[in-house]
């Protein structure tokens, strides 16, 4: 197993770890902040995924395929709220669950009855098609380009919340939403805003991953599901946490699947590694997430407003 090898598995393990900070700071904000769970946020992934993928099928460019995917979630993230999930926010976690839920058994529905279960792909731009020379090998330019606009928004978010007046009233309505309001700030609109935000944030993750997976029916699922784990890890409401848990299950999940059977191989029966290979990749974030609970239940980063 090459240096070169293990080295662009972890870079690939911090590209995967960028897409699911950029679900999980939109889905950790709208809980922190709103007290709302959304199993919605997959879908949302999905559809920003989509619309990129027909907006770069139409003019063919990825410019715009991008710029569309993020506002058009938005858009379609604050419409889905003031519309359907307002009244859910002063309702139990558990119609919360049922009513988001229904909309991603909806959303997946309808996505196959307009463009049906075949997949769609987008083409990495010429300008990202070819690999770039790092540390002495070769690696895809535009996994790097996702990594360094996931640390941006990153960047972004941190100024967002810690040094705007916006970020000011983000965080005080997450330690008392009651107060805030009473102080006349329009607390109805200001969680509308951080959902439209975190559904902008999952557009991009979908449209960005557009040219590296295939965009199909359900893919928003699994993304949920890891971005759960990135949020229990780094700490609920947390951003710091949502960016460390995203870094690590990322790592974690991409060297546990491209590294851990080869390393069985070497000390297994070809046999046994073949089988537990891919069983013990699958659970490995979770069984971190388990230590991470049993060590520090409110997570690496639990969430610090002041």
């Known amino acids: 197993m090459s240096p ?8 690939n ?4 770890g960028v897409l699911l900070f950029l679900m999980a700071a939109g889905l950790t904000l709208v809980f922190g902040v709103m007290s709302f769970i959304n199993l919605a946020h997959g879908s949302l992934y999905m559809m ?14 990825f410019a715009l395929a991008i710029l569309a995917g993020v506002v058009g979630l938005f858009v379609l993230a604050l419409i889905l709220d003031r519309l359907a999930f307002s009244v859910l926010h002063r309702r139990d976690h558990l119609d919360q669950v049922l009513a988001t839920f229904g909309v991603v ?3 997946n529905e ?14 990495v731009p010429a300008w990202l098609a070819a690999p770039v020379p790092l540390f002495g090998f070769n690696y895809p330019a535009y996994r790097g380009a996702i990594i360094v606009a996931g640390l941006l928004v990153a960047l972004g978010l941190h100024m967002l919340i ?20 009473a102080l006349g700030v329009n607390i109805g609109w200001l969680t509308s805003f951080i959902f439209a935000l975190g559904g902008a944030l999952a557009g991009l993750a979908g449209a960005m991953v557009g040219p590296i ?23 609920i409401g947390s951003i710091r946490g949502a960016f460390f848990g995203a870094l690590i299950v990322g790592i974690v999940d991409t060297l546990g699947r491209g590294v851990l059977p080869g390393v069985l191989f070497k000390v297994f029966d070809p046999s046994v590694a ?12 979770y069984v971190l997430m388990a230590a991470v609970l049993a060590l520090k239940p409110a997570g690496l980063f639990p969430v610090r407003y002041s």
Not at 13 to 16: E, I, K, L, M
Not at 48 to 61: E, F, H, M, P, R
Not at 162 to 181: L, P, Y
């Open 162 to 181: 810690n040094r705007t007046r916006v970020g000011m009233i983000i965080r005080a309505g997450a330690s008392n939403r009651d107060m805030v309001s």
């Open 110 to 123: 309808a996505v196959r009855f307009f463009w049906g279960n075949a997949p769609l792909y987008m083409d």
């Open 213 to 235: 997976l295939s965009i199909q029916p359900g893919m928003g699922e699994p993304v949920l599901i890891l971005t759960l784990v990135v949020i229990v890890i780094g700490g």
């Open 48 to 61: 920003g995924a989509y619309i990129a993928a027909l907006t770069y099928g139409k003019t063919g460019s």
């Open 274 to 285: 073949a089988a537990a290979g891919p069983a013990l990749a699958s659970v490995g974030v």
């Open 105 to 107: 058994m909806f959303a």
């Open 13 to 16: 393990g911090v590209q995967f």
């Open 4 to 11: 070169e090898f293990l080295l662009t598995q972890l870079l």
